[in-house]
């Protein structure tokens, strides 16, 4: 488990690249949300994290979330993130626990999670993923579904569509993170135009991009190693 002082001293490390970042691309700071990817990471850690000032979370396992927040829940002025790919048979187990759904990539999804929301009487805010990269093993729909996708959870009455998710290539290749990055920035406001809808959220960026991720727009960046260690 890390210690206190190490994690603040991460947090503040993070928080500082972040406002450079956002500096170098006149943006405001206060506009980036950092979601604490707490995969694998203790619950007693998760409440150090909080008692630091972090408030948005994120989890890429259904079944660890149930472990780790089923019986001892977050405090109620937090955040909890699905980041990771999304079974529709875990589906039920979501919609109870999450506040956010960062993976939606196909439309079967959509429908569980429209049916299983309207059971819990919860109107649940989601981002649809997008495999922008189109890598063979990354999760995520093919840009040119991405409409279809949006049309389908903006006709969902309990499901609140927010924006979009990519994760960037594994590479040193800054300018192809880059690309990939500005790449869902232009495919949003596409997205906006058609449909006269807005989508505030741009989640991307992780540990090894986010700072990139910030220059090109992002308003949630998923970090987990820069806080936690590896």
Known sequence: ????????????????????????????????????????????????AYDLGLRAF??????EALQKFGTDP????????????????KVRHVV?????????????????LERRAEGQGRRIPV???????????????????????????????????????TVAPLTSCESEIRRVFAALRTLRDQLEDYFSYSL??????MTNDFEIAVEEGATMVRIGRALFGA
């Open 200 to 205: 505030p959220e741009l989640s991307m960026g």
């Open 96 to 112: 109870k626990l999450f506040s956010m759904i960062q993976s939606v990539d196909r439309l079967s999804l959509v429908e569980e």
């Open 74 to 89: 977050l405090p109620s002025d937090t955040e909890l993130h699905l980041i990771g790919y999304l079974q529709t048979n």
């Open 127 to 165: 981002l649809v993923q997008v495999n922008l990269a189109r890598e063979p093993q990354k999760h995520g729909c093919d840009p040119l579904e991405a409409a279809e996708v949006v049309r389908a959870l903006l006709e969902a009455p309990h499901l609140e569509l927010r924006g979009l998710i």
């Open 58 to 63: 994120g989890e890429n396992r259904v079944q």
């Open 1 to 48: 488990m890390i210690e206190r002082d190490r994690l603040a001293a991460n947090l503040e490390r993070v928080r500082r690249r972040i406002a450079q970042a956002a500096e170098r691309a006149g943006r405001d700071p206060a506009t980036v949300k950092i979601v604490a990817v707490t995969k694998g990471v203790p619950r007693a850690t998760v409440q150090l």
